[in-house]
């Protein structure tokens, strides 16, 4: 079975970088055809896709996020990264990360088969 678990700091302060990792248990981040995405959920609010990097690296990203937000991978230990640049209050949030197929890389919000249990992020001073 698939799993996966984000980690990361708790709280950052704003105008930081957050960086979150994601890792992979139970299968491999180059198997084809899957993507794995990162997605917030702020205090009172909805789901949002933030993007995703494919099996083979390709990444995609919100286009509200993208001049802040960097994806990378580390395939020799299955795991992702998010890297949110220049932090506000408004970047509190759960974060998870989540497995899904190039339908999802695009942005979908449905479809994913497994979720990490997310992470909460606070951004303060």
């Known amino acids: 079975q698939v799993r996966l678990q984000e980690s990361g700091p708790g709280l950052v302060k704003p105008s930081q970088t957050l960086s979150l990792t994601c890792t992979v248990s139970g299968g491999s981040i180059t198997t084809s055809y899957y993507s794995w995405t990162w997605i917030r959920r702020p205090p009172g609010k909805g789901l949002e896709w933030m993007g995703a990097?494919?099996?083979?690296?390709?990444?995609y990203y919100n286009a509200s996020l993208k001049t802040r937000a960097s994806i990378s991978r580390d395939t020799s230990k299955d795991q992702f990264s998010l890297q949110l640049n220049s932090v506000l209050p408004e970047d509190t949030a759960t974060y998870y990360c989540a497995r899904g197929t190039t339908t999802q890389a695009m942005g979908a919000m449905w479809g994913y088969d497994y979720w990490g249990r997310g992470t909460r992020v606070t951004v303060s001073s």
């Open positions: 990097i494919t099996f083979d690296g390709t990444t």
